[in-house]
């Protein structure tokens, strides 16, 4: 692959950590009950639903573990009730909960530098390019 | 939807240059034209896919795919390698034909598990292996797809 430009800046290693929970909780999740995935994934991959579901939840309380304990708490506040922990911000709108962002919030400076959340319905949000 | 429609001839490549899994897995995200930060998240998603299970199916075929909020539709690349990688294959073959498939988390039309299945079955037709390798240019190869896996 080549190498990330000088202009791109790193994203925050925590934002970086909730994208991956967060990708990680969809795949368990869609491997639930009968439908969804798991017949896909046993009939053409050899895939064992519950060995891959145990796998994915080990994964997901190791990477939680990483958390720092501010944003593991409000990530444990909003986790077990939502489907989606982190949520884009598209030309200032929180994809969320679809209300404007304040400007303060967001700011000028790059977001993917740092770990917010939003006002509204208190999802974390990244910038979407 | 036809699969030929979920591609470009831009998700293309019939010559690979990647030498190992996680590099195809690289140049075959690279396919979709995401940002770096993206194609950083999507290879991490993708490898926990593999370390499930390998997604190479046998007969030098392989279909890597993840849900990930990093694409907002549902995105297809193929990638072809006439030499083949060693992609840890149900049969233990060389990989010579990759299929990705990203979806996002939450998809309106539910079309990702379908088109996943779609695909498999295509690549289970026992003279798809020999038809691919002799695919010469994009068009042909979404061709190909109209014709078997309408
Ligand atoms: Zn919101």
Do not use: W
């Amino acid at each position: 692959m080549t190498p990330a430009s000088s202009s791109s800046r790193e994203m925050h290693p925590q934002l970086m950590l909730l994208l991956e929970l967060q990708d990680l909780r969809a795949q368990h999740r869609e491997l639930e009950g009968d439908e969804g995935a798991a017949p896909v994934e046993a009939e053409h991959f050899n895939i064992d639903r519950d060995e891959a579901r145990t796998t994915l939840g080990k994964k997901i309380e190791e990477l939680e573990d990483r958390l720092s304990p501010s944003i593991r708490s409000r990530y444990n506040r909003i986790a077990p009730n939502r489907e989606r922990v982190v949520v884009p911000v598209i030309n200032g709108v929180c994809y969320g909960c679809f209300v404007s962002i304040a400007t303060a919030t967001v700011g000028d400076q790059d977001v993917h530098q740092l770990v917010q959340s939003c006002e509204n319905c208190g999802s974390f949000i990244y910038v979407a390019s | 939807m036809k699969l030929r429609e979920l591609f470009t001839s831009d998700s293309v490549e019939l010559d690979l240059s990647a030498e190992s899994k996680d590099d195809i897995l690289k140049e075959l995200i690279q396919l979709l034209g995401l940002d770096d930060k993206s194609d950083a998240i999507l290879f991490k998603t993708l490898k926990r896919r593999e370390n499930l299970g390998s997604t190479g199916i046998g007969k030098g075929i392989a279909i890597p795919h993840c849900r990930s909020l990093v694409v907002n539709k549902l995105r297809l690349a193929y990638g072809r390698k006439p030499e083949g990688v060693d992609f840890q294959a149900i049969d233990e073959e060389p990989v010579h034909n990759f299929f990705l498939i990203v979806a996002p988390p939450l998809e309106v039309s539910n079309q990702y598990l379908p088109v996943l299945g779609k695909i498999a079955q295509f690549a289970k037709d026992p003279d798809i292996p020999e038809v691919l390798s002799g695919i010469e240019t994009a068009e042909e190869f979404l061709t190909l797809l109209e014709e078997r896996a309408p």
